[in-house]
């Protein structure tokens, strides 16, 4: 084979690569931009009022469904379980906020957003925020829970 022949061979393999590259590169941001596009889409956030956290929280649970749950009776008794230690105080809705009242914690106030079935309260005021997912409260053995 000619030396002319095979610099056109190199050229063209050289120039059907990259076009391969750029393909493999665009197709692969294009379906992460899909991806994440599809998730925002998908997990919208939105702010709940006061009435919204009164109804969503009422007789219900917040669980990481692992290490904690703050239980939001409709007396306004907070009754919180965390790595096996009990604590009660209580909760209330002051505005657009949810309002907690513990002992060893503190009192605190939070914002609430909701994002599909999670939940984050947000803090008004210093600390950090407490997630997780609303489910009917337990109400058997709670020690063992």
């Given at each position: 084979?000619?030396?002319?022949?095979?610099?056109?061979?190199?050229?063209?393999?050289?120039?059907?690569?990259?076009?391969?590259?750029?393909?493999?590169?665009a197709?692969?941001?294009?379906?992460?931009?899909?991806?994440?596009?599809?998730?925002?889409a998908?997990?919208?956030?939105?702010?709940?009022?006061?009435?919204?956290?009164?109804?969503?929280?009422?007789?219900?649970?917040?669980?990481?469904?692992?290490?904690?749950?703050?239980?939001?009776?409709?007396?306004?008794?907070?009754?919180?379980?965390?790595?096996?230690?009990?604590?009660?105080?209580?909760?209330?809705?002051?505005?657009d906020?949810?309002?907690?009242?513990?002992?060893?914690?503190?009192?605190?106030?939070?914002?609430?957003?909701?994002?599909?079935?999670?939940?984050?309260?947000?803090?008004?005021?210093?600390?950090?925020?407490?997630?997780?997912?609303?489910?009917?409260?337990?109400?058997?053995?709670?020690?063992?829970?």
């Amino acid at each position: 084979m000619s030396e002319g022949v095979q610099k056109v061979r190199l050229v063209e393999s050289k120039s059907q690569l990259a076009r391969c590259l750029i393909a493999a590169l665009a197709t692969g941001i294009g379906g992460l931009v899909t991806l994440d596009a599809g998730f925002v889409a998908a997990e919208s956030v939105r702010t709940l009022t006061g009435a919204q956290i009164r109804a969503a929280f009422t007789g219900k649970q917040l669980t990481d469904e692992v290490h904690y749950r703050f239980v939001y009776d409709g007396d306004g008794t907070l009754r919180t379980y965390s790595m096996g230690v009990k604590q009660a105080g209580k909760w209330r809705i002051q505005k657009d906020e949810i309002c907690l009242y513990i002992e060893d914690m503190g009192d605190d106030c939070y914002r609430v957003a909701q994002s599909g079935k999670r939940f984050e309260l947000k803090p008004t005021g210093p600390g950090g925020p407490i997630d997780g997912i609303l489910e009917p409260a337990y109400h058997g053995d709670e020690e063992n829970r």
